[in-house]
């Protein structure tokens, strides 16, 4: 009741902006690009999440592209090709997490060093397609949670983060969706 009570009152009172103040403000503290004043995020925080993230994507395409490499037995072509696909959206998250570091005045991580530590998922290969399938599963229900606490963290404090966040989760969830659909055809 209170939420929407809240809601109400900000529909029922007339929209004013500043105009005059906005173009101010935007002249200060111009070396912190897109990052205003009005970033209500612990930028700092935000950007260890978002390095953590892009170290899990890492992981995941060096996972990926390991398996679609090694990939073998009856069934394994359609296996592989989902496996390349994958690495490929994978790559396409770590440098749309790059980039969102970069606009928050941050620098991604992108050193080997210390890699697997800052990675929520592990790097296992897995000696058969079907121990393959399995890990990647694990790895994107790891990053399905892993997405879903950083969204909840961020929550409306940092609305271009928490999008990305959202998309990238969607894309996990049809990942995780594609493997446990191989396991159950193997």
């Keep these: 009741m209170e939420n929407t ?7 029922s009172r007339p929209f004013d ?10 002249r200060q503290d111009i070396e ?28 995941c395409v060096l996972r990926y592209k390991r398996h679609f490499f090694m990939a073998r037995g009856l069934n394994a072509e359609p296996v592989a090709a989902e496996f390349a696909e994958h690495a490929t959206q994978e790559q396409d ?5 790059a980039e969102r570091i970069v606009q928050l005045g941050g620098e991604p991580n992108l050193s080997p060093k ?3 530590e800052r990675s929520h998922s ?21 990053a399905i949670d892993s997405y879903r606490q950083m969204i909840d963290y961020i929550g409306e404090q940092d609305s ?9 989760l969607a894309v996990e969830e049809e990942h995780a969706d594609d493997m446990s659909d191989f396991l159950a055809k193997h």
């Design 5 to 11: 009570t809240r809601n109400h009152d900000k529909a």
């Design 17 to 26: 902006m500043d105009v005059k103040a906005i173009r101010a403000k935007a």
């Design 32 to 59: 912190s690009g897109a990052v205003t004043d009005t970033y209500r995020a612990d930028r700092k925080t935000v950007l260890k999440l978002l390095n953590e993230a892009l170290a899990t994507e890492i992981v």
């Design 93 to 97: 998250h770590a440098d749309r997490l």
């Design 114 to 116: 210390g890699l697997l």
């Design 122 to 142: 592990e790097y296992i290969e897995g000696a058969t397609l079907e121990e393959m399938i399995k890990e990647n599963l694990i790895a994107e229900r790891i």
């Design 160 to 168: 271009t983060t928490r999008r990305l966040l959202e998309e990238i």
